[in-house]
């Protein structure tokens, strides 16, 4: 059975910062690249960055370039999101998904496998 467990959400000032994990199971993670998308209220969903698990290529949103860092532990099927100098404008719903499609820009894909999501809040 695949499963994500998502944790590392929160409440945080702006200018604050936050660590987001995926642990993942129930598939072969060497195979895929994960991705962090995020969901406002009232906004489409964004692919905010992904990584693959194979070769460590990465892809950034221009909105959180210089400021999110994605990283993966593969011993751990596991990918972080570090969130430094979080806005208020980043505040949505994040989740992680997993493709067999690579890293694309935008983080496009198709993507096999949703994680639930994990709430962040930064307050102005």
């Known amino acids: 059975e695949v499963q994500f467990v998502e944790s590392g959400g929160g409440l945080v000032q702006a200018g604050g910062s936050l660590r987001l994990s995926c642990a993942a199971s129930?598939?072969?993670?060497?195979?895929?690249?994960i991705g962090w998308f995020r969901q406002a209220p009232g906004k489409e969903r964004e692919g905010v960055s992904c990584?693959?698990?194979?070769?460590?290529?990465?892809f950034y949103a221009d909105s959180v370039k210089g400021r999110f860092t994605i990283s993966s532990d593969n011993a751990k099927n596991t990918v972080y999101l570090q969130m430094n100098s979080l806005k208020p404008e980043d505040t949505a719903v994040y989740y992680c998904?997993?493709?067999?499609?690579?890293?694309?820009?935008?983080?496009?894909?198709?993507?096999?496998?949703w994680g639930q999501g994990t709430q962040v809040t930064v307050s102005s």
């Open positions: 998904a997993a493709t067999q499609s690579g890293v694309v820009a935008g983080c496009r894909g198709l993507y096999d496998y």
């Open positions: 129930g598939f072969t993670f060497d195979d895929y690249a």
């Open positions: 990584i693959s698990s194979s070769d460590g290529g990465t």
